[in-house]
């Protein structure tokens, strides 16, 4: 999933200073299990902002609601009459939803949180990134563990030279390293001898972000025009 941060509380009444009617938006999705912008979320970010405009004497009015997916125009488009009457939306989804809903709207969107990485629940309250998008997953290689987004040097060859005596990241210290843990892996499955005699290739990075903004197009799901 998407894992995202809420902005402190000061960034965000900055973000909203020039404005007097808001529809807060959360979505219901990603940050809505990340405990960063759903509907909960909303209700307790609303009720602190109108707390906090009230007392610095610039009073606002915050309409509430929570879109299904943020991402997509479909769940978007029953807030379309309410948004009409805003003279801004805050968005608490990912940057996705701020982007889909500033292409849709004609006023300005703004962002209430910071979107950090895709990553998984490590246990409560902690979220890992455990994959960066990079376009052409390796994961059947390196038993399930992205050394991608894992491995705070990207190696794709086994670990570094730095990585410590208690398989720890030299990087991250607290990260446990991410090819002691691919290596670990491929041995309990009986698959380490495959990647002691394959040299992955250099990685072709024009799939991932280093080679611009990405479009996906199924040709099978096109509508003739
Ligand atoms: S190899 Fe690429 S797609 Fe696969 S998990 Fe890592 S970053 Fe994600
Ligand atoms: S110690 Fe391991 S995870 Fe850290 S940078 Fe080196 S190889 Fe990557």
């Known amino acids: 999933m998407i894992v995202a941060d809420q902005k402190p509380i000061e960034e965000i009444l900055e973000i909203l200073a020039p404005y007097k009617r808001v529809l807060f938006l959360g979505c219901q999705s990603c940050v809505a299990v990340c405990m960063a912008g759903g509907e909960k979320e909303v209700g307790l970010l609303a009720a602190a902002v109108r ?78 990134e455990v994959c960066a998008g990079c376009g052409d997953c390796i994961l059947h290689l390196t038993g399930g563990i992205c050394p991608i987004a894992r491995c705070a040097k990207n190696l794709l060859n086994g670990p570094c030279g730095g990585v410590r005596a208690d398989g720890t990241c030299e990087v991250k210290r607290d990260w446990p390293c991410a090819w002691v843990q691919i290596i670990q892996r491929l041995e309990e499955l009986g698959q380490l001898e495959r990647l002691l005699s394959t040299r992955m290739a250099a990685k072709d990075w024009s799939s991932d972000r280093h080679g611009g903004p990405r479009r996906r197009v199924r040709e099978d799901m096109l509508l003739e025009a």
């Open 51 to 128: 707390l906090a405009r009230a007392k610095s004497g610039a009073p606002i009015e915050i309409a509430e609601g929570a879109a299904k997916r943020q991402c997509d125009d479909e769940f978007n488009e029953p807030f379309g009459p309410v948004i009409q009457q805003q003279e801004a939306v805050l968005s608490l989804a990912c940057g996705v939803g701020v982007n889909k809903l500033a292409e849709r709207f004609a006023i300005p969107i703004l962002p209430a949180l910071n979107t950090r990485f895709f990553g998984k629940v490590e246990r409560q309250g902690i979220w890992k």
